[in-house]
Nanobody, 124 residues
Framework: QVQLVESGGGLVQAGGSLRLSCAHS????????MGWFRQAPGKERQFVAA????????DYADSVKGRFTISRDNVKNTAYLQMNSLKPEDAAVYFC?????????????????WGQGTQVTVSS
C-alpha cells in the first residue's frame, strides 16, 4: 500500500519561501506521477503542480507559475514543492498525491493515493 507523508509546512512572511517534501513508501516511486494540491478554508481543493514519472514533465497552476517549482528525487523516493515569493493567498493545507498515469494530471480523480496534508500559513 502506497503511503505519502508531507512535511515542511509552517508559518512564513509574505515574500518568503518554504520547501514541502512528500515521502513516498510502499510502492515503486519511480513509476508514479506526483502532484501537489492545496485547500484553503471554505474552498475546494485545487491543483498546484505535478511532475510525471516519464521524462519529469511538469505542469503548474497559473497562480503559482514562476514562483513554485516541483521536483522529485527518485533515489530518496521523495517529491518536493519549492515555494518562493509566497503570498497570503497561498495559505492552505497542501496535499501530495500519487498517480500511476504517465502524464502530469490536474484532476483529483486521477490520483489514487493522498497524504494527510501539511499546513502553510503566510502572514502579510
Amino acid at each position: 500500500q502506497v503511503q505519502l507523508v508531507e512535511s515542511g509546512g509552517g508559518l512564513v512572511q509574505a515574500g518568503g519561501s518554504l520547501r514541502l517534501s512528500c515521502a513516498h513508501s510502499g510502492g515503486t516511486f519511480i513509476r508514479y506521477t506526483m502532484g501537489w494540491f492545496r485547500q484553503a478554508p471554505g474552498k475546494e481543493r485545487q491543483f498546484v503542480a505535478a511532475i510525471s514519472w516519464i521524462g519529469g514533465r511538469t505542469d503548474y497552476a497559473d497562480s503559482v507559475k514562476g514562483r513554485f517549482t516541483i521536483s522529485r528525487d527518485n533515489v530518496k523516493n521523495t517529491a518536493y514543492l519549492q515555494m518562493n515569493s509566497l503570498k497570503p493567498e497561498d495559505a492552505a493545507v497542501y496535499f501530495c498525491a500519487a498517480d500511476g498515469g504517465i502524464m502530469p494530471a490536474r484532476q483529483e480523480k486521477s490520483y489514487h493515493y493522498w497524504g494527510q496534508g501539511t499546513q502553510v500559513t503566510v502572514s502579510s
